[in-house]
Nanobody, 121 residues
Framework: QVQLVESGGGLVQPGGSLSVSCAAS????????MGWYRQASGTQRELVAT???????GYADSVKGRFTISRDNAKNTVHLQMNNLKAEDTAVYYC???????????????WGQGTQVTVSS
């Protein structure tokens, strides 16, 4: 009953900037951590950035200093601002959210559909 809809992505030149966004809708309970994974072709999915409802953030070493994650709790959205993009940032970016079931006894992860980010000259 919860879905995450991603927007943004696209083609950008090396050194450029791009942002992606993700909005959660539906029966949302216990929303705390939101963030982004990415998966390049032929590689394992990797965690890029996370943010808690209180604004605590974490980043993969490969993106520290270049990417910024933020969220709007009132809108149940999370954003990823990507600066100084490199070719190796090319991947499908997946939004995720950690949620609690309506019964309150378990947590689960909901995933967005993925959005393509391509860094190329």
């Amino acid at each position: 009953q919860v879905q995450l809809v991603e927007s943004g992505g696209g083609l950008v030149q090396p050194g450029g900037s791009l942002s992606v966004s993700c909005a959660a809708s539906g029966s949302i309970f216990g929303l705390n951590v939101m963030g982004w994974y990415r998966q390049a072709s032929g590689t394992q999915r990797e965690l890029v950035a996370t943010i808690t409802s209180g604004g605590n953030t974490g980043y993969a070493d490969s993106v520290k200093g270049r990417f910024t994650i933020s969220r709007d709790n009132a809108k149940n959205t999370v954003h990823l601002q990507m600066n100084n993009l490199k070719a190796e940032d090319t991947a499908v970016y997946y939004c995720y959210a950690n949620l609690r079931s309506p019964g309150g006894s378990s947590d689960y992860t909901q995933w967005g559909q993925g959005t393509q980010v391509t860094v190329s000259s």
